[in-house]
């Protein structure tokens, strides 16, 4: 017998028995799958956690631009708070009738 | 490996499997578990317990498969696992049993060869053997690995894998015929 041969570890060889081995395949396979598979969940959220908190700052940043870029909004001469704030710069005295119009009765009717 | 799939073929299952493909995961223990067992085998040294350590072992590796960063690598990656989880259950035997020997299944020594069968004898004498060349000589012999696939998986050099299997394949051979000899022999001499 010379050094080239093979020494024959057929006696340690699991997979003689060819029908408990393939079991036992089949079982690693899909045990290691169906952890694979809870495992993946939580990192799933993980991968999903960043690309959605950029979405939410991109369209937080754009409503932000969009308002920005509109300018402030002129005020409604009718607006009760443009009215009182005209009164009060002019020192204007509205009688109670005006002030019931502007600001309204009890129930907010103008 | 080399009989079973190659380079190629496994880096696509392991990406396959990355996916979710059950498949994959199939072909994977298919093609390695019994690599998984020879290197189990070479450490815990008892081959029911390496069947364990190794089904385990694979187990964790198909789970963590999204951790192989390298599919191509994957034989070397798994077999890392497999040398890590067997060492552990080592370390906990020792514990276990307050022994600082890992006896095989049968004792070493001595051994009456009419007594005891090839898996015994070949156990007794895989202990006498160099870790790496227990690693070598059974993922060669035991599995039909290449010098390739072997050098790549436990990162050495084909060369190296050739010293290794050389000088392991000698001990074991000069281990086995000792025990071959009838025991009237070793008394006349």
Known sequence: MSEDDKIDFRALDPSTDAVTWSLRVAEVAERGRARARRRSVPRQLRAWARPTLVLAAALAAAVWAGAFLAGPRDADATEPAYVVAQWAANEARPSPRQILEVLGDDDGVR | MSTVIGREATQALVIRAQRGDGAAFAALAGAFLRAAYAIALGVVRRPADAEDVAQEAFIVALERIDACREPAAFPGWLLTIVRNRAKNWVDRRRLRDGVDEDPPETAVAPIRPELVGLRERLLAA????????????????????????????????????????????????????????????????
Request: no cysteine.
């Open chain 2, 126 to 189: 895989l202990t006498v053997l160099l870790p790496v060349q227990r690693e070598v000589v059974l993922l060669h012999d035991l599995e039909d690995w290449t010098h390739a696939e072997i050098g790549a998986a436990l990162g050495m050099s084909e060369v190296m894998s050739r010293q290794h299997l050389f000088n392991a394949r000698r001990v074991l051979r000069g281990r086995l015929a000792d025990d071959a000899l009838p025991e009237v022999d070793h008394e006349r001499g």
